[in-house]
């Protein structure tokens, strides 16, 4: 996720943290836990039912109030705004989770790997390798968690397949992993990016700004099955991705096409 650099608070970890702090200081059982819509998007807003004992229910939402206090604060930067909110219901719970189940899913909730991994030494202010914990699901008889593990260097982003299977399987869980694509790591010798500063200057008189993101792009595969290709990529102007303010700037794309053809021609 492009956001991933600005160590955005995800709610979805902040709920087991919170959790964690709950059940450190009264008896609960977990009944439903939910957050996240993507796997590849920061998750805004996640949710937990849980069973106390009627006696703890002030004591709940002091415990919640104080824990609102203490994240707002922790991330009164980059997420303005932030709440977290607790609320008595008195609905009729069918299902709860056992007590072994709520405390396996609690700790492997706050122990889930997330966020920045590693930077990159080469180029500054690069994030190397990440993982998002983007969706919290509770089912009939599981709970989910899906997360999008990234690197550009292929090894770290096994160590951290490893090491969330590690965590996952300590506490008696079941992992798998799907949609795996590799990583495309920088080129120090390219030569078409060399071609491409030359056009870009000679088109716009400046030079071009050479920069690195920490997203998921098609590059990867393109390189494990064409071989070790030469490849820079490059595209609009996008803001606000992955979120419901994404937009695109169509003055962009429009450079982009005009770009494009200078460089066919010039590679020609």
């Not at 608070?9 to 964690?20: C, D, E, F, Q, Y």
């Not at 994030?127 to 090894?155: K, Q, W």
Request: net charge negative; with cysteine; aromatic share 6%.
């Amino acid at each position: 996720d492009l956001d991933i650099i600005k160590e955005r608070g995800n709610s979805n970890k902040i709920l087991g943290r919170v959790l964690k702090g709950l059940s450190r200081e009264i008896k609960l059982n977990l009944v439903n836990l939910n957050g996240g819509s993507k796997n590849n998007a920061i998750p805004r807003e996640a949710e937990a039912i849980i069973a106390i004992d009627s006696n703890d229910e002030n004591t709940v939402i002091d415990i919640i109030k104080n824990w609102n206090d203490i994240i707002v604060n922790e991330l009164r930067t980059q997420d303005p705004g932030l709440k977290i909110e607790g609320s008595v219901i008195t609905d009729n719970l069918t299902k709860e989770f056992n007590d072994e189940s709520t405390s396996k899913v609690i700790d492997l909730l706050y122990l889930y790997p997330n966020g920045i991994n590693s930077k990159s030494v080469e180029i500054e202010g690069l994030v190397e390798s990440s993982t998002n914990l983007g969706v919290l699901t509770t089912n009939e008889n599981t709970v989910e968690f899906d997360s999008a593990i990234r690197s550009s260097v292929p090894s770290l982003k096994e160590e951290i397949v490893l090491r969330s299977k590690t965590i996952v399987e300590l506490l008696g869980g079941k992992f798998t992993t799907t949609s795996d694509y590799p990583g495309w790591e920088y080129n120090p010798d390219s030569k078409i990016r060399e071609i491409c500063q030359r056009v870009h200057k000679d088109l716009y008189g400046n030079e071009a700004k050479i920069v690195a993101i920490h997203a998921g792009v098609e590059c990867g595969l393109f390189n494990e099955k064409l071989g070790n290709l030469d490849m820079i990529s490059f595209g609009p102007n996008l803001y606000d991705v992955h979120t419901p303010d994404e937009h695109m700037s169509i003055t962009s794309v429009k450079n982009c096409y005009e770009y494009l053809k200078a460089i066919l021609k010039a590679i020609k």
